[in-house]
C-alpha cells in the first residue's frame, strides 16, 4: 500500500486525490490547501484529512472552521510520495521542502522539464529507472504524446504538425482572458509544446503552434501528421480506436463541440464530467496520401489524473507500466465506448481513398 | 406508487428522469427521444426504457442500434402522468395527445400559462385543487418565486424591480448567442417574466427587465425589493438562509460567479454539477431603509427539476405539499449547507444599517 500526499488541493490535485483514493494499492494519506475556501470545505466534505500548505496560515483556517490536520511538514512525514499539485513554478520551489524529507515527488507540466529526474506519460515515455522524482508532461503534451505513440509505432511519424487552440483558463478563472480574442501565445512558432513532447518521446518530430481561445472547457488540437507509410483512413480509425485513452466521437451522437462533449461525460456518469481520454471527432480521421488529418479536445482538467496514477506506481512500485494503465483504467472507468452503431466499428469516410 | 414518463429526454428532461427515479413513491416507466444522438444513448446507458418520441422515427433509433421500447403512444397507455420537457412550444403542440390518452401532464415554463390548468412553484403557488395539468414556471421564474415568497410572507412586498442577466445558451448549444454583447431581450420594459412570477405570486408587484450575456452555465439576477417593513440586513440573510431551496454562498468560501459555483456543485459530489437551489451571494444581501438589494444565480438546466417532483405529487397524490418538498429534498440531497465557519450563521455586513 503506497501512501500519498497531493499538496495543492486545486483543478488539478482534487482530481488526483479522488484518483488516488479509489485505488486498491494506494492510501490518500492527505491533501493540502493554502486557503481555507470552498476548496478546502469541498476535501473536508470527502473526508479527506486537510493539511496547511503554508505554516503560518493554520489559524486562518482555524478560524474559517476548518481545523487542519497539520501542516505540509506533518503530511510529508507520513506519506511515501507527494503529488505537488500547486501552481505553475510553486513546484520548482517545493523541490527542496521534499528533498529535505526525502520524500519522491511528483511534479505536473508546470514546471520545467528538469525539475524531476524525467518526465512521464504512461503510453510514450520509456522505463523511469530509479528516477527519485517524475514530471507528468502538460495536458496538451499528454494528449499529444497518447496520439503520437500509437501513430509512430505503427506507420512512423516522418513529421508532425499542430495547431493547439487552447483554452484561455479554467471555468472558475474568472481573472483570465481572452475575452473576445483568439490570441498567438506563443507567437513564436514552433511553440515550446512541441519540445516537451520529445521529454517523453524524444525521436518523434513534432512543430507546434498555440494560441488561446475565449473557451474554459477544453483545448482543440488540429493536426497533421506525415507518416512514413500510407495507411487507409479506415485502418488508422481502428489503430487510435483501439487505444484506451483515446475516444473516437461517434459521427451519428452528434457531439458537435466541447459542451456536448462535457454533457455528455456528465450523462454517462463522470464525476465532474472528467474526460480523461482524449477525445477524438471520428470523422475527422483522414489521410491524404501520407499525410493525416484529425481534430481532437483535451481536457486540461483530467487528462493528466490517469498519468498521475501511473506515475505513482512507476516512481514507487515495480508494477509493470501495461498492469498499472489496465489498473488505472478500470478503477476510474476510462475507456468510453460508445453504444451507438458506429461507435465501436469503423466507417469508411464517403470520401475515402482506401 | 405513480407510473411516471418523461416526453423529451433533453436539458430538463434527464434531469427529471433522474429525480423520478430517485423517489421512493414513484417509478420511471420510460423516456422519448426524439433522435438516436448521445443522450439518447445515455438514457440506454442508465437502464431507462427508452420510446420514439416521434412514430415513424423508429427506423432511425434501429439503425444507431438503439431500439426503442416503443412509441409515445405506448409510453402514454403506461403511465399515470407524463412530465413534457419537450423544446419550448412542442409541449403545447403535445397536449392534444396526452389528452387523447386521458393522461395528466406537466409542463415546463417555455409554454404558454393557458397550456395548463394551473402554474406551479413548490414554495409560492397555492393548492392546485382538481387540476388535470400543471405548467412548472420557468428557472427564472422559480427562482424569483422562491425568493419573493418568503420575503412578501415576512416583510410584505411593496414593489420588486429585477434586471435578469440571462445566459445565452445552454452549454451544448452551439447555435446560440450572443458571443460579445450583452443585449436587451425583450427590449421592450418590463419583460413577461414578471408576469409569469404573478402565475404563482398573483399578488406580488414585481418588474423585470432581462438582458442576455454570452456565458451559458447560469443566469444572474440584481434584485432590488422594496418591503412594506424594515427588517434588518442580518434579519434578512437569517429568513433566507433558513429556506431548503436557497443556497447563502459565504463570503469566506470565495466563490465570485457561475464557474466557481458549478465547481463547488461538483466538488460536493452533484450529479451534472447541479445547482437546485437559488445561488443568493450572502454579502450582497444588503437592507438600505426599506430596500432590500442581492445577487443571485439561478441554473438554468436544474432550479425546476425538484419543482417537477413535487408537480408529480401535487397532481397525482393527496400528500401535502411541506411533505412532498422535503421528501424531495431529502431524496435528490438538496439543501446546501456550507461547513465554512460563516456559512451557517448570519454576519452582520461591514456597513450594516442594524
Not at 500526499?5 to 483543478?11: C, D, E, F, I
Not at 513534432?206 to 482543440?220: E, N, R
Not at 480521421?285 to 479536445?297: A, H, K, T
Not at 514507487?316 to 475507456?335: F, K, M, W
Request: glycine residues 8%; negative net charge; proline residues 6%.
Amino acid at each position: 500500500m503506497t501512501r500519498v500526499g497531493v499538496n495543492g488541493y486545486g483543478t488539478i490535485g482534487k482530481r488526483v486525490a479522488d484518483a488516488v483514493a479509489a485505488q486498491p494499492d494506494m492510501e490518500l494519506v492527505g491533501v493540502t490547501k493554502a486557503s481555507p475556501n470552498y476548496g478546502a470545505e469541498a476535501a473536508i466534505r470527502r473526508g479527506y484529512d486537510l493539511y496547511a500548505a503554508i505554516d503560518d496560515r493554520v489559524d486562518e483556517f482555524e478560524t474559517a472552521g476548518l481545523t487542519p490536520s497539520g501542516t505540509l511538514d506533518d503530511l510529508l512525514r507520513a506519506v511515501d510520495v507527494i503529488v505537488d499539485c500547486a501552481p505553475s513554478g510553486i513546484g520548482a520551489r517545493n523541490r527542496a521542502i521534499y528533498a529535505s524529507h526525502d520524500t519522491p515527488a511528483i511534479y505536473q507540466g508546470g514546471e520545467d522539464a528538469d525539475v524531476a529526474d524525467a518526465s512521464f506519460n504512461a503510453r510514450a515515455s520509456g522505463d523511469v529507472g530509479d528516477a527519485d522524482s517524475l514530471r507528468v508532461v502538460s495536458c496538451n503534451s499528454t494528449g499529444l504524446s497518447r496520439l503520437l505513440a500509437p501513430l509512430d509505432e505503427a506507420y512512423g511519424v516522418e513529421k508532425a504538425r499542430v495547431t493547439l487552440v487552447r483554452r484561455g483558463g479554467d471555468p472558475s478563472e474568472t481573472d483570465r482572458g481572452p475575452i473576445n480574442d483568439v490570441v498567438p501565445d506563443p507567437a513564436t512558432v514552433p511553440s515550446h509544446h512541441g519540445p516537451d513532447v520529445n521529454t517523453v518521446l524524444p525521436n518523434v518530430a513534432v512543430d507546434t503552434a498555440a494560441l488561446k481561445a475565449p473557451v474554459t472547457a477544453m483545448h482543440t488540437h488540429s493536426v497533421n501528421v506525415t507518416l512514413e507509410t500510407e495507411p487507409s483512413t479506415a485502418t488508422v480509425r481502428r489503430l487510435l480506436g483501439d487505444e484506451t485513452r483515446l475516444f473516437l466521437i461517434p459521427e451519428v451522437a452528434n457531439i458537435d463541440g466541447a459542451g456536448a462533449l462535457k454533457d455528455y461525460a456528465a450523462d454517462v456518469g463522470r464525476p465532474r464530467g472528467d474526460l480523461w481520454e482524449n477525445c477524438v471527432w471520428e470523422e475527422s480521421i483522414s489521410v491524404q496520401g501520407r499525410d493525416l488529418y484529425l481534430f481532437q479536445n483535451v481536457h486540461q482538467e483530467a487528462d493528466v489524473v490517469p498519468e498521475n496514477i501511473d506515475a505513482i506506481r512507476a516512481l514507487t512500485t515495480d508494477i509493470p507500466r501495461e498492469e498499472s494503465v489496465a489498473l488505472t483504467n478500470e478503477t476510474l472507468g476510462i475507456g468510453l465506448d460508445s453504444l451507438l452503431a458506429d461507435g465501436g466499428t469503423v466507417r469508411d469516410p464517403v470520401a475515402a481513398d482506401d
